[in-house]
């Protein structure tokens, strides 16, 4: 089973490093690193690409309107160096609220990223972009040798995202999406997409999923609320509860998790149950399962998915 765990920012990049390290030697797939207002994912991701050999390294994901494109290639070459190859850079819009407290627009995010990933991917493969469109007018090179091409994987939820990730990404990201969206909403739409643009292969899907390994589900209300409190106030992941019928409407689902919109999206129970409900997400069409559990100790939680991974 390809099975990967994702960490929030851990505020340290030293731990961020030891954190890769037991993943590798739990034996997972890869470790992918969220981004928020601490430390650089990126930077942090490098770094713990020194510290190990084997194990696959990559954000989940940064925001692409703070970043000028061919200054988010320059760092993911960079990552991708220190990584031996092995990182994968994984970006998406965000969200409104979070560009609000950046200062910047959130505005045609589709167009925003069709030009964005274009301009990224070429410098990446070839050492030089020159793009002239409606959102980028960009011209550069890029000198950093051995490594080798990061992918560049999309977060994606909705049809138009799905297609666009379909068409022009190397891996797709969706997060808080049960594995029935992914069979009915995601997984065709970035078929479709993939053979709009007469790619031969759908890029992967990797199921990003919070996770609880607990079976009393008091704790597991407490740590969800804790833990995950921000992501019913976000109008994509709200609208993903209204799909999935756990909440009436986006302004319901906003006023935070309910025990319907738990069970609809949060794995939750002890290890079997967590190993069942992942292969639910590879049989829906996902590639891959990115594990973030919360509650409980960490490293414990790292040696149970290592267990699920062999399994």
């Known amino acids: 089973m390809k099975l990967s765990v994702i960490f929030p920012e851990t505020r340290s990049v030293f731990r961020a490093a030891e954190l890769a390290q037991r993943a590798e ?13 601490g430390f650089d994912p990126i930077m942090a991701i490098g770094y713990a ?17 703070p970043r000028n494109p061919i ?28 560009m609000q407290m950046y200062g910047l627009p959130f505005d045609r995010p589709i167009s925003h990223l069709s030009e964005y990933i274009s301009v990224v991917k070429t410098l990446l493969a070839t050492g030089n972009v020159n793009h002239k469109g409606d959102r980028f007018k960009v011209m550069g090179f890029l000198d950093v040798k051995d490594g080798g091409n990061p992918p560049v994987l999309l977060s994606a939820l909705k049809e138009q995202m799905c297609q666009l990730a379909g068409r022009a ?14 069979k009915e909403v995601i997984a065709p739409n970035v078929r479709k997409g993939a053979t ?7 890029p992967p899907i990797i199921a990003e999923v919070p996770a ?3 079976t009393d589900f008091d704790r597991v209300r407490e740590v969800v609320n804790t833990d995950l409190a921000i992501y019913p106030q976000m109008p994509f992941y709200a609208d993903i509860f209204v799909r999935v019928g756990a909440a009436p409407s986006i302004e319901e689902a906003a006023k935070g998790w309910t025990d319907p919109m738990i069970d609809a999206v949060i794995p939750w129970g002890d290890r079997d149950t967590l190993a069942a409900r992942a292969q639910e997400y590879l049989d829906a069409g996902a590639d891959e399962v990115a594990y973030s559990l919360h509650g409980g100790d960490r490293d414990k939680n790292l040696e149970v998915l290592g267990d699920i991974a062999r399994s």
């Open 25 to 37: 030697d739990a034996g997972l797939h890869g470790m992918w690193l969220g981004s928020a207002f």
């Open 49 to 65: 690409g020194t510290k190990t050999s084997s194990l696959l390294l990559g954000t989940a994901v940064v925001p692409t309107w």
């Open 71 to 98: 200054v988010m290639a320059q760092s993911a070459a960079t990552a991708n160096q220190m990584c031996g190859g092995r990182f994968r850079l994984g970006i998406g819009p965000s969200h409104k609220p979070v």
């Open 169 to 182: 990404a190397d891996g797709v990201l969706p997060w808080l999406a049960p594995p029935a969206y992914v």
């Open 196 to 202: 709009a643009e007469g790619r031969s292969e759908a």
């Open 212 to 214: 609880v390994l607990e």
